[in-house]
């Protein structure tokens, strides 16, 4: 199997983050040493389990606070955005990978993580079928954004997204990267959230506890064996869809499908192509290896406990 060549860019990407989390867990490990980390885990110091590390209630009363700022710096630009509430963004974060009537195994052997496979370069109001940043942002400003001129449109996007229309709130929050949100969406996220969790190499200091664990040290070496074996340079699941976002940016630089030339148009095909064989071969390693003993760990460490 043929694998495109991997972006610069993004490999510095996946370095400092891989550096970012053994900083981490050094960190913890060092901790451990003088008694800390066991005390804390006895005591419930833990992330909390949802995206970022936060507890549910954290999470809620995040995204209700980041949707009335994006509301009034809405308003202050002349728009009108109506702050959607918790459940409206929560299920545009659970509509990732995800089609009505077909399982997750399905959508994954047939369109991917759905980055390139569903790549149209619109608006995502206006999109068709498979859309989770249009279902986070809720019918009402769909309707709103619906009933604005085309020109209308594009400026209420600009002081929306900023550049990456496609960077919702709610799809920032499922990929657990806000460092690509602009506009106002970027305004009221760093007025919510710290500054660190702003950065692209933030990584979930749940997942840093739970990648301590020597069972899941063993078992993100034997995935990265899987992953290698089957033709794909990643070391870590967490690597791919930033990587297959940026190589879809360089491409079509966030034009209409319509606008591309014929060699950006068959590097995207390519691209297309690649993503199903990448998904496949990585859910199939993460089953056999990551799944089991994320969900142990996991379990030991959160059973009974607020999260």
Known sequence: MRVIQALSATDVRIKRSLLLVLGFIIGLLGVACGGGSSAAVARGDLPGSEEFGLTKQELVSSIEAVEQNIASCMSEAGFEYIAADYNTVRKGMTSDKNLPGMSEERFIREYGYGISTFYTGQAPQLATGYSPAQVGLGERNIAIFESLSPADQVAYNHNLFGENSDATLAVALEIEDLSRTGGCTRTAIEQ????????????????????????????????????????????????????????????????????????????????????????????????????????????????????
């Open 192 to 307: 919510a959230f710290d500054p660190e969790q702003l950065l692209a190499t933030y990584y979930n200091p749940k997942d840093a506890l739970i990648e301590e664990d020597p069972r899941m040290i063993e078992a993100i070496a034997k995935y990265a064996e899987c992953i290698h074996e089957a033709g794909f340079d990643y070391n870590h699941e967490k690597e791919i869809e930033a990587d297959l976002r940026n190589r879809l940016a360089t491409i079509t630089g966030g034009a209409p499908i319509e606008s591309l030339s014929a060699d950006a148009r068959a590097a995207l095909t390519e691209l297309q192509a690649y993503e199903r064989a990448l998904a496949v071969e990585s859910l199939r390693c993460e089953e056999k290896y990551l799944e089991p003993a994320e969900d142990k760990v996991e379990r030991e460490l959160y059973s009974g406990r607020q999260q």
